[in-house]
T-cell receptor, first 109, second 114 residues
Framework: GQQLNQSPQSMFIQEGEDVSMNCTSS?????WLWYKQDPGEGPVLLIA?????ELTSNGRLTAQFGITRKDSFLNISASIPSDVGIYFCAGQLWSKLTFGKGITLSVRP | GAGVSQSPRYKVAKRGQDVALRCDPI?????LFWYQQALGQGPEFLTYFQNEAQLDKSGLPSDRFFAERPEGSVSTLKIQRTQQEDSAVYLC????????????FGSGTRLTVV
């Protein structure tokens, strides 16, 4: 099935650094969401974006819904060890979510 | 309950066996979703219920997959004659309304077909 484009597959950063992740699609979505998944758990919603151009923050997380409605980015500032995990973007149209393949984030202390 | 509960957490099935995976959504949540997550991939949509009505089953990979939610709460995903390619984590999610996007996912059932 269709998946959104997230790259690279893995990112390695130093504790305290900022990191930015991108997500692109060939299709338009009405809503963009960012999830984090820890091993053995389901995805947990971090941020939801509802309007093109919208910029939203949640603590150290900032995300933007692209003007074309085909892309989004997530920025994590001042990373800490518990930021380790897999980050998924997801686009929503009607009832279903379409996910990217995810980016595995590692944080070195 | 406090969260979406799925059982069993792990299931090993022999090829050809039928399996049933259970999802207990958050109490009062109208919408319920099933997703399939293969190793190293993002979740992929399988099916969507609004109360007891199955409104979208476009993601079910074959007619071996069947889902139901007869009383509008607990849901069961059944896979008949399992194949190795069915090995994946099956995630259930629920949301309070029909238009909001605050899905809560369960921890999933990891199905391994041997």
């Amino acid at each position: 099935g269709q998946q959104l484009n997230q790259s690279p597959q893995s990112m390695f950063i130093q504790e305290g650094e900022d990191v930015s992740m991108n997500c692109t699609s060939s299709s338009i979505f009405n809503t963009w969401l960012w999830y984090k998944q820890d091993p053995g758990e389901g995805p947990v919603l971090l941020i939801a974006l509802y309007k093109a151009g919208e910029l939203t923050s949640n603590g150290r997380l900032t995300a933007q819904f692209g003007i074309t409605r085909k892309d989004s980015f997530l920025n994590i500032s001042a990373s800490i060890p518990s930021d380790v995990g897999i980050y998924f973007c997801a686009g929503q149209l009607w009832s279903k979510l379409t996910f990217g393949k995810g980016i595995t984030l590692s944080v070195r202390p | 309950g406090a969260g979406v509960s799925q059982s069993p957490r792990y299931k090993v099935a022999k090829r050809g066996q039928d399996v049933a995976l259970r999802c207990d959504p958050i109490s009062g949540h109208v919408s319920l979703f099933w997703y399939q997550q293969a190793l190293g991939q993002g979740p992929e949509f399988l099916t969507y219920f609004q109360n007891e009505a199955q409104l979208d089953k476009s993601g079910l990979p074959s007619d071996r997959f069947f889902a139901e939610r007869p009383e509008g709460s607990v849901s069961t995903l059944k896979i008949q004659r399992t194949q190795q390619e069915d090995s994946a984590v099956y995630l259930c999610a629920s949301s309070l309304g029909t238009g909001d996007y605050g899905y809560t996912f369960g921890s999933g059932t990891r199905l391994t077909v041997v």
